[in-house]
């Protein structure tokens, strides 16, 4: 599999968890969580959303012109998921604040990844 069919694939995925856990916040832990956890969860589910979306995007934009920065920031913004929302949920769920200190370096991953996207996206060679 190439690497914008697998960024396209983990997008659509990423997207359908992101459904998927805002219902389960919503309808099953709404009554279970402190509002703070519950928040928390949710920011979680927020950035899952929006770097899905990048994601998808990306593979897209890597069909057109597969750049090395290009690569780099799809597996920083895939990594950035699972760090920083996977760390969120696992805080929210288990109320081990520990996991609180893992949040900034998927928070990282997500910077990295659009510096990343920014600097393929420049060097894109343009049709005329």
């Given amino acids: 599999?190439?690497?914008?069919?697998?960024?396209?694939?983990?997008?659509?995925?990423?997207?359908?968890?992101t459904v998927?856990?805002?219902?389960?916040?919503?309808?099953?832990?709404?009554?279970?969580?402190?509002?703070?956890l519950l928040q928390t969860f949710n920011t979680g589910v927020e950035y899952?959303?929006?770097?899905?979306?990048?994601l998808l995007a990306l593979g897209l934009l890597m069909q057109r012109d597969d750049r090395p920065a290009l690569r780099l920031a799809?597996?920083?913004?895939?990594?950035?998921?699972?760090?920083?929302?996977?760390?969120?949920y696992l805080l929210a769920l288990t109320g081990v604040r520990a996991w609180g200190v893992v949040t900034p370096f998927g928070g990282?991953?997500?910077?990295?990844?659009?510096?990343?996207?920014?600097?393929?996206?420049?060097r894109l060679e343009t049709k005329r």
């Fill in 74 to 88: 799809g597996w920083a913004f895939a990594s950035g998921i699972l760090v920083f929302s996977g760390s969120l």
């Fill in 108 to 122: 990282t991953a997500f910077l990295l990844g659009w510096v990343l996207l920014g600097i393929g996206a420049w």
């Fill in 48 to 54: 899952q959303g929006m770097h899905s979306l990048a």
């Fill in 1 to 17: 599999m190439n690497t914008a069919r697998l960024f396209l694939l983990c997008g659509a995925l990423g997207g359908f968890f």
């Fill in 20 to 36: 998927a856990l805002g219902a389960f916040a919503a309808h099953g832990l709404k009554a279970i969580l402190s509002p703070g």
